[in-house]
């Protein structure tokens, strides 16, 4: 069964660096979308995207934070200028359609930022 | 407000018993898609079961069902024959339309912590 690759699964970094976090949705998916959830609580709306832009976005995604989709097939979450609080796990998903398409959500990067 | 609503933050069940996980929902929409999500500790999130709006009967994928009850606004996770593997959260999440302030984007509840004991 297809499913959406992230990599890394875990991602260290200092605070006040980028990071790029990676994903590879499902190919035939049309929607794409950042989650995160913080350890142990809510899963929280970052960003949607279609037809190579950004649809959605949520008051979390700030201008610190961009996506990209720089090829036919990969997916990127960029962190400009990372603070503590983006300490997460950060999800990717996709969905083939809008309405009642499920999410199919990637593995998860841990991201840690000290 | 609260569009999902999960009141259980815990919940216990015996080995081969049947367990109820509870959400409601609140929307305005008449046209809304609701999905089941279970997260186990390894930390993935996989779809279990989508009931829409419309649908007449309640969804069902294997040992899963979906208890809609739509004039209650509730979108209850039915596991039957619980399994030592189900222990984990659950999610219930939202897909509405624009129609009630939506976006088609699924908001998703705080989850319910499921044990399943031998």
């Known amino acids: 069964e297809p499913e959406v690759t992230q990599t890394p699964s875990h991602q260290v970094t200092q605070m006040g660096q980028e990071v790029i976090l990676r994903c590879v949705p499902i190919?035939?998916?049309?929607?794409f979308y950042w989650y995160r959830q913080i350890l142990g609580q809510k899963v929280e709306f970052l960003v949607s995207f279609y037809n190579n832009e950004i649809s959605e976005k949520s008051e979390i995604f700030d201008d610190q934070f961009s996506v990209e989709r720089p090829d036919g097939s990969n997916f990127t979450l960029k962190i400009r200028s990372t603070k503590l609080e983006d300490s997460a796990m950060y999800f990717c998903a996709s969905s083939q359609g809008l309405f009642n398409s499920p999410l199919h959500f990637g593995n998860g990067t841990r991201l840690t930022v000290t | 407000a609260q569009k999902i609503t999960q009141t259980q933050p815990g919940m216990f069940v015996q080995e081969k018993e049947a367990v109820t996980l509870d959400c409601t929902y609140d929307t305005s929409d008449q046209s809304y898609g609701l999905f089941w999500y279970k997260q186990p500790s390894s930390g993935e999130m996989i779809f279990l079961i989508y009931?829409?709006?419309?649908?007449?009967q309640n969804a069902t994928e294997g040992r899963y069902s979906l208890n809609f009850q739509k004039a209650r606004k509730s979108a209850n996770l039915v596991i039957s024959a619980s399994q030592l593997g189900d222990s984990a959260m659950y999610f219930c999440?939202?897909?509405?339309?624009?129609?009630?302030?939506?976006?088609?984007?699924?908001?998703f509840g705080r989850g319910t912590s499921l044990i399943v004991h031998p």
């Open positions: 999440a939202m897909r509405e339309g624009p129609a009630s302030g939506g976006s088609y984007i699924p908001t």
């Open positions: 190919s035939n998916h049309l929607y």
């Open positions: 009931q829409g709006s419309y649908d007449e």
